[in-house]
Each structure stands twice: as structure tokens, then as C-alpha cells.
């Protein structure tokens, strides 16, 4: 059985940090380039963060880079995403995807986060 399952998601205070977890199970885990989305409460799902199969490359997407960072554990089929100096801008649902080549991508129930005062 394919599946994602986030965790990790929770309430801050600005400038406060939050690591999600994304563990996959039913595939073979270094086959899948790894995604981070977020969609935030009236706005469209954005690309947050991305990680090749090997690990060795990353990129992120603006609004976040720098702050967020993404890490693979193939040892325990995981991926986290770290994120560093929360605004409430990053207040929304973070979605973990996993994609390989020429398959329809995986996708996790997501997992809310919210950043407030």
C-alpha cells in the first residue's frame, strides 16, 4: 500500500521553527524525487521545497529560501522539512508529494501549520 503521512504541524509564534515529517511507506523511497507544498487559507498551492532521490540537490522556492530547509532519511523512508524563523505568512497546509519519473505523484493528507501572535 502507497502512502505519505505528514506530522509535525502545530502553532508558533513568529520567528518560532517547526519540523514536519513526511514518511512514506509502499514504495521504494530512493526511486522518488521528494516535494514540500503548502497551501495557505484562500490561496492556490505553492511548490515550497524540493529534494532529488540521491539527497544531493535541493531547491526551494523563494519566499522561503533560506529559511526553510529540506533533509532525507532514506534509512527511515522520511522527509522532513525545517522551518526556521516562521512568519504568519507561512501559515497554511503543508503537503508532502513524492514523484518519480513517468508515475502519477504521491501526495500526504497534509499537515497545518499556523504562525501567529
Known amino acids: 500500500q502507497v502512502q505519505l503521512v505528514e506530522s509535525g504541524g502545530g502553532s508558533v509564534q513568529p520567528g518560532g521553527s517547526l519540523t514536519l515529517s513526511c514518511v512514506a511507506s509502499?514504495?521504494?523511497?530512493?526511486?522518488?524525487?521528494m516535494y514540500w507544498y503548502r497551501q495557505a487559507p484562500g490561496k492556490q498551492r505553492e511548490l515550497v521545497s524540493i529534494?532529488?532521490?540521491?539527497?544531493?540537490?535541493?531547491n526551494h522556492a523563494d519566499s522561503v529560501r533560506g529559511q526553510f530547509a529540506i533533509i532525507r532519511d532514506n534509512a527511515k523512508n522520511t522527509v522532513y522539512l525545517r522551518m526556521n524563523n516562521l512568519r504568519p505568512d507561512d501559515t497554511g497546509v503543508y503537503y508532502c508529494?513524492?514523484?518519480?519519473?513517468?508515475?502519477?505523484?504521491?501526495w500526504g493528507q497534509g499537515t497545518q501549520v499556523t504562525v501567529s501572535s
Open positions: 508529494n513524492a514523484k518519480k519519473t513517468l508515475e502519477t505523484p504521491i
Open positions: 509502499g514504495i521504494v523511497f530512493t526511486d522518488y524525487d
Open positions: 529534494i532529488s532521490s540521491s539527497g544531493y540537490n535541493t
